[in-house]
């Protein structure tokens, strides 16, 4: 079991750079990639930014450029630096651990962009 916490969200300003961290209950990055999702109101949950095993990225066409998703493995934490935010950023953040089929989601942190 693999329980996921995000902090980090909250109301932000259009251009804003907050970083979202998702705390990890134990050691999983090297057995499990590990990402981040978005689901907006109506809207479908989606990839924002993935990360595998080995290091190597993945990012949605909506955000490549404006966030990174990263990695602590000292800390079992996964962050995703957001930068340049839009008001269409405006979603519940989710992190997800996932090996095969199985995966872990966390219960979701809310940002929203607005001034």
């Known amino acids: 079991q693999v329980q996921l916490v995000e902090s980090g969200g909250g109301l932000v300003q259009p251009g804003g750079s907050p970083r979202l961290s998702c705390a990890a209950s134990?050691?999983?990055?090297?057995?499990?990639?590990v990402g981040w999702y978005r689901q907006a109101p109506g809207k479908q949950r989606e990839l924002v930014a993935t990360i595998a095993i080995g290091g190597s990225t993945n990012y949605a066409d909506s955000v490549k450029g404006r966030f990174t998703i990263s990695r602590d493995a000292a800390k079992n934490t996964v962050y995703l630096q957001m930068n340049s935010l839009k008001p269409d950023d405006t979603a519940v953040y989710y992190c997800n651990a996932k090996r095969g089929l199985l995966g872990y989601w966390g219960q979701g942190t809310q940002v929203t962009v607005s001034s």
């Open positions: 134990r050691n999983i990055f090297s057995t499990f990639a």
